[in-house]
């Protein structure tokens, strides 16, 4: 049992080096420093004790030495990305996330945290972290009768770019027909279920091995698709915009497939989107904060009466934590990629 005022060993995982190509284990190493479990005299800093770490794809963008799509800066190898993070929420972000820990508070001399609280937020991958910059990092969880480790997932980030996917961007209605990929991902299988609860006809896509796209989704989508939503692209693209009905929607979370290659894979059937009037944007969580109060009040009474299920693929140990970073790549996990490195 470890107390405020003690001197206690500090896990860290470190990137060796920039990432090139498609992120690998052995860009990362473990190594022990120690921590004072104290915020210094004065400091309005928090120190939190970390408990659940959120694997995202979105993490790979900040691994490369390349100014990556959103020009962020990227970490010094050596370090474990925290002050990144810290630069990226200073300079552009309302509230950014990408390298989310759930964590409980043991000493704060902030105002708005006390020892005790559960926060979630951006924290370094350590095992005990000195926050002295709170703003758009940390939020105080209010709601601590559902499992904690939702904050990483369908509670937090993941959770809220379902949300405003959903019913700010690709907004489809009741009937309508529905095709999600990577929909046993993090921010796929709550978009399904949201569908499903609207009404919707829903169809999901797992795994990346379908051999003829096209003729899937013709036998699941006789009648064509209404929105789509995004999370792979290349051939899964292509196949979809040939089976888009008139006036669809295509809402671009991301990705995944294009995030380690050099040179993204171009899309034969752009001419879709002209012929069926389709339209098609993109977004990105980071714009949806506002309605974060919302989100919850929609989402937590069904995870309470469980009509709202978040399968969530947890492994043990900051050790485990490269692992499960570089399978998001490879398909390795299935749910919400979740890294336990100490329990509440
Ligand atoms: N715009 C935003 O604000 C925002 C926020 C969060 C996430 N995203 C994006 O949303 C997408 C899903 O993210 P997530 O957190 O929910 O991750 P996730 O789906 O939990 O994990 C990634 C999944 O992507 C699929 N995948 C991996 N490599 C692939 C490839 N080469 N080709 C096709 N599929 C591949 C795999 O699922 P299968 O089993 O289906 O192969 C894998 O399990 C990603 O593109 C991510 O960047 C965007």
């Known amino acids: 049992m470890v107390r405020v005022g003690d001197e206690v060993s500090n896990k860290?995982?470190?990137f060796r080096d920039y990432v090139i190509g498609s992120p690998k284990e052995s860009d990362m190493y473990l190594t022990t420093g120690t921590i004072k479990l104290k915020v210094p005299e004065g400091s309005n800093a928090v120190?939190?004790?970390?408990?659940?770490?959120?694997c995202d794809p979105l993490m790979q963008f900040f691994m490369r030495k390349a100014e990556g799509p959103n020009g962020y800066l990227y970490y010094n190898p050596g370090s474990n990305l925290f002050q990144t993070m810290l630069y990226a929420c200073d300079s552009e972000l309302v509230i950014c996330n990408f390298w989310v820990w759930v964590a409980k508070v043991l000493d704060s001399g902030h105002p708005e945290f006390k020892a005790g609280d559960f926060v979630w937020g951006i924290i370094g991958w350590e095992e005990y972290s000195l926050i002295t910059k709170t703003t758009d990092t940390l939020i105080k969880i209010?709601?601590?009768?559902?499992?904690?480790?939702y904050y990483t997932g369908i509670l937090g980030?993941?959770?809220?770019t379902s949300y405003a996917g959903f019913y700010e961007v690709g907004t489809p209605k009741k009937g309508e027909y529905v095709f999600i990929s990577a929909a046993s991902g993090a921010v796929g299988q709550l978009i399904g279920q949201i569908a499903k609860l609207e009404g919707c006809y829903v169809v999901g896509s797992v795994g990346s091995k379908q051999k003829d796209l096209n003729a899937a989704?013709?036998?699941?989508?006789?009648?064509g698709i209404d929105v789509y939503f995004e999370h792979v692209g290349d051939k899964m693209l292509d196949s979809v915009l040939l089976n888009m009905r008139h006036h669809g929607r295509i809402a671009v979370c991301g990705m995944i497939s294009q995030y380690n290659l050099d040179e993204h894979k171009g899309i034969k059937n752009l001419l879709h989107i002209g012929f069926k009037w389709i339209q098609m944007k993109g977004y990105t969580h980071?714009?949806?904060?506002h309605l974060y109060p919302k989100f919850l009040d929609l989402v937590l009474p069904y995870i309470k009466?469980?009509?709202?299920?978040?399968v969530e693929d947890i492994v043990e140990g900051l050790e485990s934590g490269p692992a499960a970073l570089v399978g998001l790549f490879s398909s390795r996990n299935f749910g919400k990629q979740v890294v336990v490195v100490a329990h509440e």
Not at 157 to 160: D, F, P, T, V
Not at 286 to 289: A, L
């Open 157 to 160: 980030m993941s959770g809220m």
């Open 142 to 149: 209010q709601h601590t009768d559902v499992p904690l480790s």
């Open 286 to 289: 980071r714009n949806y904060y």
């Open 217 to 223: 989704l013709k036998r699941y989508f006789p009648e």
């Open 305 to 310: 009466e469980k009509k709202m299920v978040y």
């Open 12 to 14: 860290q995982l470190i």
């Open 47 to 54: 120190l939190v004790k970390n408990l659940y770490l959120s």
